[in-house]
Nanobody, 117 residues
Framework: QVQLVESGGGSVQAGGSLRLSCAASGSIFSINAMGWYRQAPGKQRELVATITSGGSTNYADSVKGRFTISISRDNAKSTVNLQSNNLKPEDSAVYYC?????????WGQGTQVTVSS
């Protein structure tokens, strides 16, 4: 089992920055990738960025050059961070953390990001 705790959402003006964090605990050595997805009202959940345990990253085209995903791990937890710069109103959504193992995917509870113009 993996438990996820997200933090760092909030409200900013266009052009601002936010840093989202997601701490995974439990069976962290079974995690092979972590990432962030987002869902805006009336839209499907979409990938924002992912990172594997080996450090390979993948970004949605809409956030390339503005968002940076990173991961760190100690014996107790694995933390994935999403540095979001030059935010746009279209980035507004609930952001969900994901941790995947070879068998299961775990989702965080979601954190709201609101970008005003």
């Amino acid at each position: 089992q993996v438990q996820l705790v997200e933090s760092g959402g909030g409200s900013v003006q266009a052009g601002g920055s936010l840093r989202l964090s997601c701490a995974a605990s439990g069976s962290i050595f079974s995690i092979n990738a972590m990432g962030w997805y987002r869902q805006a009202p009336g839209k499907q959940r979409e990938l924002v960025a992912t990172i594997t345990s080996g450090g390979s990253t993948n970004y949605a085209d809409s956030v390339k050059g503005r968002f940076t995903i990173s991961i760190s791990r100690d014996n107790a937890k694995s933390t994935v961070n999403l540095q979001s710069n030059n935010l746009k109103p279209e980035d507004s959504a609930v952001y969900y953390c994901l941790a995947s193992t070879y068998r299961l995917a775990y989702w965080g509870q979601g954190t709201q990001v609101t970008v005003s113009s």
